[in-house]
């Protein structure tokens, strides 16, 4: 420890960090970063038969079925916002959060093989789903925006809010909870190869309590409560409040919802950095 | 010259058997089981005397070295002598139990050919997403496209081909191409030799000589081969049951491990 200068670029001890965003270290491997996210964006429209089509097709096609069986067949209402217009926007925030946390959840998972075998910081991975699905976001809300046009021109009048301007916000709300969620699940799916059913699962059931089919204001009061606990829900009541002028507009609710995105999204980054050097050991 | 690799009082140990019934399911039951006071329902027979017996075993004890900057050291030692352990430590790919590892310089490890090709990619497209896995820079790989190219010998038409059509002759040494062209301080290799025809290994062996002696690049390299290791490596490290016997010159290393395994 005396003879020579102690300048080291890498320093290994036993000691895992729990909370630690190594933002330098992220920089220096932003080569990879970019073509991570360009592998995964490639390998997801490869599998299907529509190509890049299908990030598109996918709404449209929920967005259809939700008008005949929620609109049409079980009548519920849409806060007088045009079905297609509600359900889209509905569908399209709920991917971006459901896909970007299974996608998270299943990081070791689908990487053990890479993870095994070469270092590189591994939220370099959760980090590509997230940009991913943030692209896929993008391209549905320019369609969102095509439908918007069309029913301007039909003369349906929209109120937008100045609350549009808080849009980004929303964005990083879901990206933060889809995050968060998914890697804090991550870490322990390397123990429980079941829980990766049980959060498909969870993901679907959750989809009922989040008003992407229904308004939260068609909702008895009793049931509420599910509403209430739920960070998703007010982030996407509230992007439609902004976009479209209805729905309710509760503040109380977004900045609980806030406070727990990112609450979610630390103790994600604490679990997740625990578990990243261990976890070879184990599968 | 400095130290381009200090390792201090390394040491791992690995927990054997089933950690758990890696499925939260089960655990559930075990749980349940337990507080009941039943016997648990997912023990087999056989398990429960070995567990608790030898649950944890130290696959690295109490290891100590230093290599030079510029050095060439070859590992060897015999099949579970924690040779890969001990690179997987240095490459942070797992953490060490105890002790501390210092390095000066960029770490580049390669414990397995083509980590990271994606086979509809094309052949283009796999030597940058592989080289920035192995920590290139995008200019660094634009820079030595064309090299990595040549050296792979993959006629220059098939480099936009998806790899999935190459043969596994042809993705061998493209993979091989990139990481000859790695140009971090420190290379760390695991093994890796060991695929791919007789006349390219010696050409990735040639290679990495010239740019270590060229350009004081350290290399810490782990074969089966002990000619290659000789011709590689300057220093040779004995490593068996987890414990450093030898650090000496390579020769006089290969010759106590001729000894070990002769016994
Ligand atoms: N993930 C692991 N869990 C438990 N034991 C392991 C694990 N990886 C390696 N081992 C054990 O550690 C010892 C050293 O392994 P390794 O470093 O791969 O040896 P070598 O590369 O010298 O053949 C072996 O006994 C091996 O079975
Ligand atoms: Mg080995």
Not at chain 1, 92 to 105: D, V
Not at chain 1, 248 to 256: E, F, G, H, I, Q
Not at chain 2, 17 to 45: C, E, R
Request: glycine share 8%.
């Amino acid at each position: 420890m005396t003879s020579d200068k102690e300048t080291w670029d890498v320093v290994i001890t036993p000691k895992r960090m729990w909370l630690g965003l190594n933002l330098k270290e992220l920089r220096q491997y932003k080569d990879l970063i970019t073509l991570m996210i360009r592998r995964e964006f490639v390998s997801v429209y490869k599998q299907t038969i529509f190509g890049p089509l299908w990030f598109v097709f996918q709404p449209l096609m929920s967005t259809f079925l939700y008008m005949f069986v929620f609109g049409n067949i079980a009548q519920m209402g849409t806060d007088e916002i045009p079905q297609a217009l509600f359900y889209f926007s509905g569908t399209m925030l709920w991917t971006f959060f459901a896909t970007t946390l299974q996608k998270c959840s299943d990081t070791f998972i689908n990487n053990a093989g890479l993870f095994g075998k070469v270092y590189f910081p591994r939220l370099t991975m959760p980090i590509a789903y997230v940009t991913n699905a943030f692209f896929t976001l993008l391209i549905q809300f320019a369609v969102m925006l095509v439908f918007y046009v069309y029913y301007l021109a039909n003369g349906v009048q929209f109120s937008l809010s100045w609350w549009i301007l808080t849009t980004p916000i929303y964005i990083l709300q879901l990206a933060l909870l889809g995050t968060g969620f998914g890697i804090m699940i991550s870490a322990l799916t390397t123990k429980y190869h079941d829980l990766r059913n049980l959060v498909s699962f969870g993901l679907s059931l959750l989809m009922y309590a989040t008003p992407v089919v229904y308004p939260i204001s068609s909702i008895p009061v009793r049931w509420k409560v599910l509403f209430q606990f739920n960070p998703v829900a007010p982030v996407i009541e509230m992007f439609r409040y902004s976009f479209f002028g209805k729905g309710s507009c509760n503040l109380k609710m977004w900045a609980y919802s806030l406070i727990v995105s990112v609450v979610v999204f630390l103790l994600g980054l604490m679990t997740f950095n625990h578990n990243e050097q261990t976890f070879v050991d184990v599968v | 010259m400095s130290t381009a690799v200090k390792v201090e009082h390394l040491s791992k140990e690995y927990r054997l058997g089933v950690i758990g019934n890696g499925s939260l399911w089960k655990d559930i039951q075990s749980w349940t089981a337990k507080l009941q006071g039943k016997p648990d329902p997912w023990t087999k027979i056989n398990e429960e005397s070995r567990i608790g017996k030898r649950e944890r075993f130290w696959a690295l004890k109490d290891i100590n070295f230093e290599v030079q900057q510029g050095e060439r050291l070859g590992i060897i030692g015999r099949n579970g002598a924690g040779k890969s352990t001990l690179l997987k430590i240095l490459s942070q790919i797992t953490a060490p139990t105890e002790g501390v590892v210092k390095m000066r310089g960029h770490v580049a490890s390669l414990l397995e050919v083509g980590t990271g090709f994606h086979p509809e990619f094309t052949g283009r497209e796999n030597i940058y997403l592989n080289g920035a896995i192995l920590g290139m820079s995008k200019a660094d790989i634009d820079r030595n496209f064309d090299e990595i190219v040549a050296f792979s010998e993959i006629e220059p038409e098939f480099i936009d081909t998806p790899v999935k059509r190459y043969s596994s002759g042809m993705y061998v040494r493209l993979a091989f191409a990139v990481a000859a062209h790695l140009n971090s301080e420190i290379l760390i290799a695991d093994e890796v030799l060991a695929v791919g025809d007789v006349k390219f290994q010696e050409k990735c062996l040639g290679k990495m000589k010239e740019v270590s002696e060229k350009q004081g690049r350290t290399v810490l390299f782990v074969s089966h081969n002990i000619g290659a290791v000789r011709q590689l490596c300057q220093t040779g490290a004995l490593l068996d049951h987890g414990k450093l016997l030898m650090l000496d010159n390579v020769d006089k290393v290969a010759d106590e491990y001729a000894k070990l395994i002769g016994q």
